[in-house]
């Protein structure tokens, strides 16, 4: 089974990862030379030791396989040998999600991120048979990714502890926010926890998850990456401190969702990833007025205040 370059004992997928944004250019196509120097950025100076890539915040649902496959290659040869490279490989499709997953193999992925299957609401027999199906697909380690608000169906606890006995499978990404149904599968389990959703980073990290796949990760990355190391050293109040820090952040996510606040939040740090495409809109004026404001209240140094003027340029 292929080993992730950043994975240790209990970290399958290592720390902290950025569900990375998908680059396009003024004309609304793939930036593959951007997305290469956004890796770079976030595994080089933002602190990360992962990325999620083709997920939800790269806009998997209006991307093309090849354009995904595109994608894939150019952030493996970027930062494939010193960062962990998670392809999102999940839809509600069993076959397609076997044909992402062997094409992400083969491009380089060192993991796969794998949804609940959204829409059709499957049963948990379903649910057992479809990840299972996946995972027998490639030799790549398997984060299953558990969002019932998007999915409607949860994974239960008792489908958990079964899918932890498939040797491929070793992670969940929660974002089910039942932080007592992920202490029940971690005290029966093998299965490796992350955070899947960002103001409850520091809760998960209590009852025993090992990291993070982030949205604000990309520009707080470091942050996140303080307050795990805190925790884990005992530096409780530390850890607290950085999580309150970061409300603003939190804020300005849920305010207007990850896509639209990560391409934001970059324009306004100096990068430019183009605007989401649609069914997503690009910030209004608003919208990026009340982003600025909470970065600057989280104590970020903006080099593009004046985004909120070029947002309809």
């Not at 998007?150 to 969940?172: C, F, N, W, Y």
Request: negative net charge.
């Amino acid at each position: 089974m292929t080993v992730c370059p950043t994975a240790t004992e209990g970290r399958p997928f290592g720390r902290v990862l950025t569900a990375m944004v998908t680059p396009f250019d003024a004309d609304g196509k793939l930036d593959l030379a951007l997305a290469q120097e956004l890796a770079t950025y976030l595994v080089d100076h933002v602190g990360n030791d992962g990325l999620v890539v083709n997920g939800t915040t790269g806009e998997s649902p209006t991307t093309s396989d090849d354009e995904k496959e595109q994608l894939l290659r150019a952030v493996v040869e970027a930062v494939g040998d010193r960062a962990t490279v998670v392809a999102g490989a999940g839809t509600n499709n069993t076959a397609h999600s076997v044909d992402l997953a062997r094409t992400a193999e083969k491009a380089g992925a060192h993991g796969l991120l794998v949804v609940t299957p959204y829409y059709s609401r499957p049963p948990q027999e379903g649910l057992l048979s479809h990840f299972t199906t996946v995972a027998d697909a490639t030799e790549l380690p398997v984060m299953l990714y558990d969002i019932p608000p998007r999915s409607v169906v949860p994974i239960h606890t008792d489908t958990l502890k079964r899918l932890a006995e498939h040797p491929q499978i070793k992670a969940v990404k929660d974002s089910k926010h039942d932080l007592w149904a992920g202490s029940e599968v971690l005290s029966n389990s093998d299965l490796a926890y992350y955070s899947g959703e960002d103001p409850l980073n520091l809760p998960w990290l209590s009852v025993g998850a090992v990291g993070f796949v982030s949205v604000i990760g990309h520009v707080v990355g470091d942050r996140l990456r303080k307050m795990l190391d805190a925790y884990e050293a005992g530096d409780i109040a530390t850890a607290r401190d950085v999580h309150v820090g970061l409300m603003p952040v939190y804020r300005s996510m849920n305010y207007v969702g990850g896509v639209i606040f990560s391409k934001t939040a970059l324009r306004l740090c100096g990068y430019e990833t183009g605007h989401p495409r649609l069914p997503l809109p690009q910030a209004t004026d608003e919208q990026v007025r009340v982003i600025t404001s909470d970065l600057w209240d989280a104590g970020l140094v903006l080099v593009n205040p004046d985004a909120a003027a070029e947002v309809h340029r």
